[in-house]
C-alpha cells in the first residue's frame, strides 16, 4: 500500500480530515478557505511541480495559498504561497509545510482553518476521492527469461518501453514475478526520480548492470525468473498492475 504521501500525485482528487473531524473547504465565497463536513468545497485536485512539492486546486478553479500576512491560509491563483511541501507523519497522517514555514492548521475555533507551527491541528487525514488513471503506453515489451550466463542467469531482463508521447515518472513502480513476488529477491522498485521519456527503454537485468539502459538490476546472484513458466508484471506507485508478460516452459 502506498503511504500518506505517495497517493499525492498529479491529477488525485482528495479531502483532507481535521483532527476535529471535519474537512478543509473551499466555500463559495471570495478567497474563502475554512472547515466543514461535506460539499464538493471539500475535493481537492493534487497539482505535482517541482522539487517535491504540491499545489491543491480547489473546485472553483483557484488552489490553497499562504499568503505573506500573519497566519493567513486563502485561495488564489497564482504565485509562490500557493506552493505546499507533504510530509509524512505517524498514523498515515500528513503535515502541509508552507513557503514561509509553518504548516496548514486546523485550531480548536469553530470552521477555523489558519497556519501554525506546532499542534495536533496541523495533522490531517487524506481520503482519496479519485486517483489518476496510470499513463498509457508503459509497458513491458520484452522478457528474456533464460540467459546465457551459467548458472546465475545474470543476464536475464525485462524491458519496459514507454510508448506514449510524454515522460512518465517510475519512482515507485515495480517490476515483479507474479508466482514469486512474494519473495523479496523477486521484487524490484524504481527509484524516487526515475522517469521514462517517450519512445525510451529501459531494462532490469537480474544481476547485470547497463547503463545504457537505464543501469537497473535485481541484484540477485541466481536466477529470478522461472524456465518452467511465469508472468513478469509491472505495477505503478500505487500497486495497480498495469502490464504483464506471460511465457510458457521452454
Known sequence: ???STEVLVGGSKIRLKSWKG???HRPDSDQGVTSWHTGIGNEWTVEAIDDGKIQLKSWKGDYLHRPDSAQGVTSWNTGIGNTWTAEAIDGGKIQLKSWKGDYLHRPDSAQGVTSWHTGVGNEWTIEIISLPEPPGGVEITELVH??????????EYVQITNNGSVSVDLSGWQVKSASGGS???QVFTFPDGTTIAAGQNLRVYTNEVHPETGGFSFGSSTAIWNDQG???QLLDATGKVVSSWTYDAE
Open 183 to 185: 519473495q523479496k529477491k
Open 146 to 155: 533464460h540467459g546465457k550466463v551459467k548458472r546465475s542467469q545474470s543476464d
Open 1 to 3: 500500500m502506498p503511504n
Open 22 to 24: 471535519d474537512y478543509l
Open 230 to 232: 511465469d508472468e513478469g
